[in-house]
């Protein structure tokens, strides 16, 4: 799909039970002639047709599950929510089961998006299971060129980290971060230091984990709190740029070619591609919640992260 507008007014709380405050997010999508709709628990709510994602932490291996569990991901009044819960407020888990029990997601919540990296099944004696479950969609359309557009209002409470972004449908130039990613959004939710008054984007691309040059991709804005208000999440993907904002300001301006900007030795992996590869391909959008993680983002020794 190419230069459409994927306006997403979503529409999304965020309240971590001890004291985190909403993350509150609408989501608006414009396609002529598209016409999709968003099934959460069997009711349309806007216009862009979401999957949940049911699964353990990946490779940043944060400190929340994510579920299809009304309680972490449900519509009220047409707005989407997505609220992390502590694990242990559910009847069915206690601090006991976090140390020792075993969390299969398919027998839990019915069916687990990703058996890798022990995305289905984890158990507490090889280290405390996830204190805390969380909700975590993707978009069934997906956009190759166009606008995204997301309202939304970031939360405010430690260890939080939302994120507004986007994955390549197909790895056409093999695995992360080979194929790109697109973040739009991120911020965390703590009070100091990078915390409330800082939001991010960024591009992950590169031949190898090692060799992913996202600080050269990368881009921030800072206010005394971004909390306080909702804002309006942008990005402007063309074959000659990708462009985030917030409010109409610009965060992020980004231009080709990835390979040149990378310095890079070898072969060319992209070279199959356009000038903009890899980001020239289609991808869809996600909207998450996380909660910690151990990949820097909260750097350890930092009491508020």
Not at 64 to 86: H, I, R, S
């Amino acid at each position: 799909m190419s230069g459409y507008v994927f306006a997403v007014t979503v529409a999304f709380f965020l309240a971590l039970c001890s004291g985190g405050q909403a993350l509150e997010v609408t989501i608006r999508y414009s396609a002529p002639a598209l016409g999709f709709t968003l099934p959460i628990h069997d009711r349309a709510v806007g216009a862009v047709a979401f999957h949940y994602i049911v699964k353990h932490a990946e490779s940043n291996w944060e400190f929340q599950v994510y579920t299809n569990d009304p309680k972490n991901v449900f519509t009220t009044n047409g707005n989407l929510y997505l609220q992390p819960t502590l694990t242990v407020d559910d009847q069915r888990f206690d601090e006991n089961f976090l140390r020792n029990g075993k969390m299969d997601m398919t027998q839990l919540f019915g069916y687990c998006t990703q058996s890798g990296n022990y995305g289905c099944v984890r158990e507490g004696k090889y280290g405390l299971l996830p204190p805390v479950m969380s909700g975590k969609l993707k978009s069934v359309p997906t956009l190759r060129y166009g606008i995204v557009e997301v309202r939304a209002r970031i939360p405010q409470g430690d260890w939080l980290w939302p994120a507004i972004w986007m994955m390549p449908k197909y790895a056409r130039y093999g695995n992360w971060p080979r194929s790109g990613e697109i973040d739009i959004m991120e911020s965390r939710g703590n009070k100091g230091d990078i915390g409330i008054g800082t939001v991010t984007s960024t591009l992950h691309w590169g031949p190898s984990p090692n060799e992913n040059k996202y600080y050269l991709t990368h881009g921030d804005k800072k206010s005394s709190s971004w909390a306080n208000s909702f804002h309006t999440w942008r990005l402007e993907w063309t074959p000659d740029h990708l462009t985030t904002f917030v409010d109409n300001q610009q965060i992020m301006r980004i231009t080709p070619n990835f390979w040149q900007k990378g310095g890079f030795s070898g072969g060319n992996i992209w070279a199959s591609g356009e000038k903009m590869a890899p980001f020239d391909q289609e991808f869809y959008l996600i909207l998450n919640v996380a909660v910690g993680g151990t990949n820097g983002f909260f750097p350890d020794g930092n009491m508020w992260g």
